[in-house]
C-alpha cells in the first residue's frame, strides 16, 4: 500500500526551514529518501532503517518513528538546489521486493 | 563507471506496436527493476530482478514482459502498446541487501513513451 507523503506541495524562501512527512499503515523495515528534479531520475538522499540507523546525506537529516510508522525529513536553511519534488519509498523488508513510494511532495524555493 | 543507462530517451508508438525499452548497469548490482511514473501518482514498481533468470512482478505489471539473461542487463518489453502505457520509465539498480531490506536504488535517465 503506497504511503502518505504530507505536504503535497510547499513554497518556502531561501533560508527557511521545511519538514515533509511519510506515513505507512504497515510496519516498516526502513525509509528511503529521494529527490527528483523535473525531466531527471530520483536521486538518493538518505535510508533510515528501524532501530535508528541512518545512511546518506550529510545536510539534510530525517527520523523514522517505528511505533507511528512514519517518517519526517527536514529540510534546515533551505537553498535553492533544493528545489525538487521529494519522495518517501517503504521497505516492508523480508527480502527484495522493491520499494513502494508515496506521491511526492513539491517543494520550491524561492530566492 | 557509466552507472544505469537506458535507451531509447524518447519514443512514439502507435497503439499495437510492440518495442523493448533497453536498461543497463556496470555496478555489477544484482537487484534491478523497472518503475513507471506518472502525474501525481509517483513511482510504481513494474517487474524487478534479484539476478540473472530471476524476475517477479510489481505492483503493475499487466501489458509487459522482462527478463535478466545477464546480471548488466535488464529489458522491458511492451508486446502491444496501449495508450494507458504513456508515462515515464525509469530503470533501477542496487546492490543486494541483507536478508530483510532494500539498498539504495541508482536510477537511469528515464525513457520518456508516447503511445499514440
Known amino acids: 500500500q503506497q504511503p502518505v507523503q504530507s505536504p503535497q506541495a510547499v513554497i518556502l524562501r531561501e533560508g527557511e526551514d521545511a519538514v515533509i512527512n511519510c506515513s505507512s499503515s504497515?510496519?516498516?523495515?526502513?525509509v528511503h529518501w529521494y529527490r527528483q528534479k523535473h525531466g531527471e531520475a530520483p536521486v538518493f538522499l538518505m535510508i533510515?532503517?528501524?532501530?535508528?540507523e541512518q545512511k546518506g546525506h550529510e545536510k539534510i537529516s530525517a527520523s523514522f518513528n517505528e511505533k507511528k510508522q512514519q517518517s519526517s525529513l527536514y529540510l534546515t536553511a533551505s537553498q535553492l538546489s533544493y528545489s525538487g519534488t521529494y519522495f518517501c519509498?517503504?521497505?516492508?523488508?523480508?527480502?527484495?521486493?522493491?520499494?513502494?513510494f508515496g506521491k511526492g511532495t513539491h517543494l520550491i524555493i524561492q530566492p | 563507471n557509466a552507472g544505469v543507462t537506458q535507451t531509447p530517451k524518447f519514443q512514439v508508438l502507435k497503439t499495437g506496436q510492440s518495442m523493448t525499452l533497453q536498461c543497463a548497469q556496470d555496478?555489477?548490482?544484482?537487484?534491478m527493476s523497472w518503475y513507471r511514473q506518472d502525474p501525481g501518482m509517483g513511482l510504481r514498481l513494474i517487474h524487478y530482478?534479484?539476478?540473472?533468470?530471476?524476475?517477479d512482478q510489481g505492483e503493475v505489471p499487466n501489458g509487459y514482459n522482462v527478463s535478466r539473461s545477464t546480471t548488466e542487463d535488464f529489458p522491458l518489453r511492451l508486446l502491444s502498446a496501449a495508450p494507458s502505457q504513456t508515462s515515464v520509465y525509469f530503470c533501477?539498480?542496487?546492490?543486494?541487501?541483507?536478508?530483510?531490506?532494500?539498498?539504495?536504488?541508482?536510477f537511469g535517465p528515464g525513457t520518456r513513451l508516447l503511445v499514440l
Open positions: 533501477a539498480s542496487s546492490a543486494m541487501g541483507g536478508s530483510e531490506g532494500q539498498e539504495t536504488q541508482y
Open positions: 504497515k510496519a516498516l523495515y526502513s
Open positions: 555496478m555489477n548490482h544484482e537487484y
Open positions: 530482478s534479484v539476478g540473472a533468470g530471476i524476475t
Open positions: 533510515l532503517l528501524k532501530g535508528g
Open positions: 519509498g517503504t521497505d516492508l523488508g523480508g527480502g527484495a521486493d522493491g520499494l513502494t
